[in-house]
Each structure stands twice: as structure tokens, then as C-alpha cells.
């Protein structure tokens, strides 16, 4: 590395402003310098996306109900220990997200709950269909306004500077919104970027959400668990135009869509959990020969429709259909990734100081399939103990040791193979493509 090049220092650098990635950085005190990246606008992450709710353990007779709908989403595959943890954490979470703004829907001066697939009971809270916007907007506004939290847009994760031989995280190679190549040097990492699926031809997710931590991990022999692990939503919006694909929430089923084939006639149980549901109908399509299948929402209440999902409504109006009046053609599309770099229960990954959270991370509660908006609490449960160690790793920590190996091991970076990041992110996505290839061989 030359003396030209550019060295940014913080104490923690957060990679996503996503739900996680955010959550995260305001659970540091304001003595804690945090920098958050992304590649894209601050917004422009799939947690604004996420439509359907976000799961809360409704009382304590309701622990076994939510215990068991994840473990038997998740095909029994599940880490137990997180499980509990995300449960028992469930109702913190929903309060700080309230302290923090976020306008969940009421019945009265009570919480209102809705039902989605694979629940025994409604345990989600929601705010209209756009649930992921007003958490994370939420989330982003306070960020903002935190003195010890600097958030950098159009910033592309290339690599992370790290030492093999001792096992260490020094912090990030990235390339910055002017072009240059730059070094973040952080006592602490987190990776928050989300899923992968931007790999995919069709997916609910942004494009630019394509795994780049996933591909760093394996580079370094990070270890990672369950990559082969992708969840198929059910119902998204069928469209021929090219792009990402509009999810038609879970909880519409929840309140009384029904699936129908090509003749109008219902073909399956749409509250069982997303794979199931996603296997009859790729059979149904398969049967009739057509590339989606009908949702209809006859059942609800015209009323419910135009309240509760005003997004949804928008958008099918946009395509053409109105949904208070026709049936709106849905296809599986990838959607959300289980797997991911393997983390222990504060998100710590293989590799010291360095931490993975929300969908990047693997942590086991989601098992094979991952029950319906179990994906935010999770990620902001195991966001908040990933700062509360790492706050606590800096009290104890040797901070003359850190600088002294991080600067040895900034000095000895070759920046100049960094200079095409094209050819990096065409390499990883490669990388993460085949290894998931692989994971699927061992499992056949």
C-alpha cells in the first residue's frame, strides 16, 4: 500500500442499512465512532421491502405455539438455543422499536396482530403492507441523528483486511462513491448486506443484494453453514417485465386469500409453511401448463383490502388487476436465504472481530425454511447482541496490539488488485454460485 492511498479510521464499520446493519449501530454509546457503508442509497435494502409484519411473543402461554410454528417451519432443523433467544427477546425488541417511533397498527390502545402462514395464532405486528419500510425508515431517521454514526452511500465492500495465520478482522477494502480505493481501518467489523438475491434471474430482492459477504467469507475460510439453504416465496406478483419481482405478502393468505388454478379451483392449504406452499404450486403450474397461478382475495372484506394493504393494491393496479374485483396472477420467486456465514449467539463469526448479522449471518434459527416475518425480529434480536459484546470487548481490549497488527497488515495490501471491481464481483458471485452447487451435491 502506498502512502497515497486513502485510510478511513473507525471504531466499528457496519456493512448495510438494513434492518440490522442500523439496529446495530445505534446500540453503540455516543463514544463509539460507527461507520455504516452501502453500495447503493441508504434505503435502497430489502429490510424497507418486507411487507408482512414482524413476529412478537404474544404472552407467555403463546412461548410453546411460536417455538413449535419455527421449529416445525424450519423443518426441525433449527438451533434450539437461538430460537429461545429470539422469542424471549421478542417483546424487548417490539418496545424499543416503538421508543425509536415505529407506528405499529393498534386495536384500540392494544397492539394489533395479524396471521400469517404456518402461525397457530396472529403473533405479527404490522404497519399497513409496508412493515420493512417503517421499521427501517424509522430506524434510518434516528441513525441520522446520532452524532457518532456516519453513514456512507455508494461505498462497494471489495474485500476485508484480515490476518489468516492469526484468525483477525482489521477492517474493509471498498471502493468509495468517487471511484478510489480506500481502506477502512475499524477494531471491529459488521456484515449486514443482507441476502444473495441478486444472483437470481427472478427475486423479491434488490439486484444489488448479491452476497459479496458471503464470497469474503469463503475467500478467507470463514466458515459458513446451510449456503445451499434459499427460501422460494410463493406468491409474487407475476409480471414478464425484467427485474425485481413484487412479493404479495403472507399475511394476505393470512386473512383469507385463497390459490386457484386455471380453472378457478382451489388447489391447496396457502397457511402452511412458504415451501409447502411453494411446491403445490409449482405442481399446479406444472399440471395446467401455465406460469402462475390465481390469488384471489374474495374473502376479504373490500374494506381490509384498501386498509391493510394499500401498497398491495397500488401495485396490482399499476399491473392492471384490482384485486377488490378479479383474481391477480402469483408466482415463487427466491426470496429470502437461511444459510449464511455461521455465527454463535452474538453474532460473532469465525474470524475474531469480526461479526455477521441479519440474513448474511447464519445463526440457526431458521432452520431449512424460514417461518413467515420472523426474518426482522431476528435480525434486530441478534443485531443488539452483537453491540453488546462487541461494547464489551472494547472495555477490555489491548487497543496498542490492534493498531499495531492492523497497520502491519494495511502496509502489506497490494491495492492494485482491487483496481477491477467487476471482475471481483463477477469472481464472487461465481464463488458463492458454486459452493451453493456444492452444499446441494452433499445434501442429494
Not at 62 to 72: A, H, I, L
Not at 126 to 151: F, Q, V, W
Request: proline share 2%; hydrophobic share 35%.
Amino acid at each position: 500500500m502506498s502512502g497515497d492511498d486513502m485510510i478511513i479510521e473507525t471504531d466499528v464499520v457496519v456493512v448495510g442499512t438494513g434492518a440490522a446493519g442500523l439496529f446495530c449501530a445505534l446500540h453503540f454509546p455516543q463514544s463509539t465512532n460507527v461507520l455504516v457503508i452501502t453500495k447503493d442509497d441508504a434505503d435502497q435494502s430489502d429490510s424497507f421491502l418486507a411487507q408482512g409484519g414482524m413476529c412478537m411473543l404474544r404472552d407467555e402461554d403463546d412461548f410453546d405455539g411460536f417455538f413449535e410454528d419455527t421449529m416445525k417451519a424450519g423443518h426441525y432443523e433449527n438451533n434450539k438455543a437461538s430460537v429461545e433467544v429470539m422469542i424471549r427477546s421478542s417483546q424487548k425488541i417490539a418496545q424499543e422499536l416503538i421508543d425509536y417511533g415505529v407506528d405499529f397498527e393498534h386495536d384500540g390502545d392494544k397492539l394489533a396482530f395479524t396471521r400469517e402462514g404456518g402461525h397457530g395464532r396472529p403473533r405479527i405486528l404490522y404497519h399497513e403492507d409496508i412493515t420493512g419500510k417503517e421499521i427501517t425508515s424509522t430506524l434510518l431517521e434516528n441513525a441520522l441523528k446520532r452524532d457518532n454514526i456516519t453513514i456512507s452511500e455508494h461505498v462497494k465492500m471489495l474485500d476485508v483486511v484480515c490476518d489468516e495465520k492469526t484468525n483477525e478482522c482489521y477492517g474493509l477494502i471498498v471502493k468509495n462513491a468517487d471511484g478510489d480505493i480506500d481502506v477502512i481501518k475499524a477494531k471491529y467489523t459488521v456484515f449486514a448486506c443482507g441476502g444473495l438475491g441478486g444472483l437470481y434471474k427472478h427475486s423479491t430482492n434488490f439486484r444489488h443484494i448479491t452476497g459479496d459477504a458471503l464470497a469474503i467469507a469463503l475467500k478467507h475460510g470463514i466458515e459458513m453453514e446451510h449456503i445451499d439453504y434459499i427460501q422460494i416465496h410463493p406468491t409474487t406478483l407475476y409480471s414478464e417485465k425484467p427485474g425485481r419481482r413484487f412479493l404479495i405478502s403472507e399475511s394476505v393468505r393470512g386473512e383469507g386469500a385463497i390459490l386457484l388454478d386455471k380453472n378457478k379451483k382451489r388447489f391447496c392449504d396457502e397457511l402452511r409453511p412458504r415451501d409447502i406452499v411453494t411446491a403445490d404450486i409449482h405442481r399446479q403450474m406444472e399440471k395446467d401448463g401455465t406460469p402462475f397461478v390465481w390469488l384471489s382475495m374474495e374473502r376479504i372484506p373490500e374494506e381490509t383490502i384498501r386498509s391493510h394493504f394499500p401498497n398491495i393494491m397500488k401495485q396490482c393496479l399499476e399491473e392492471g388487476y384490482d384485486p377488490t374485483k378479479e383474481c391477480i396472477p402469483v408466482v415463487p420467486a427466491q426470496h429470502y436465504f437461511m444459510g449464511g456465514i455461521k455465527v454463535n449467539l452474538s453474532s460473532m463469526t469465525s474470524m475474531e472481530r469480526l461479526y455477521a448479522v441479519g440474513e448474511t449471518s447464519c445463526n440457526g434459527v431458521h432452520g431449512k425454511n424460514r417461518l413467515a416475518s420472523n426474518s426482522l425480529l431476528e435480525s434486530m434480536v441478534f443485531a443488539e447482541r452483537a453491540a453488546d459484546e462487541i461494547q464489551e470487548k472494547m472495555k477490555a481490549a489491548d487497543e496498542s496490539r490492534f493498531a499495531k497488527k492492523a497497520d502491519s497488515n494495511i502496509s502489506d495490501i497490494d491495492m492494485s488488485l482491487y483496481d477491477d471491481d467487476e471482475k471481483i464481483t463477477a469472481e464472487y458471485k461465481e464463488l458463492v454460485l458454486n459452493e451453493i452447487d456444492k452444499e446441494k451435491s452433499r445434501h442429494e
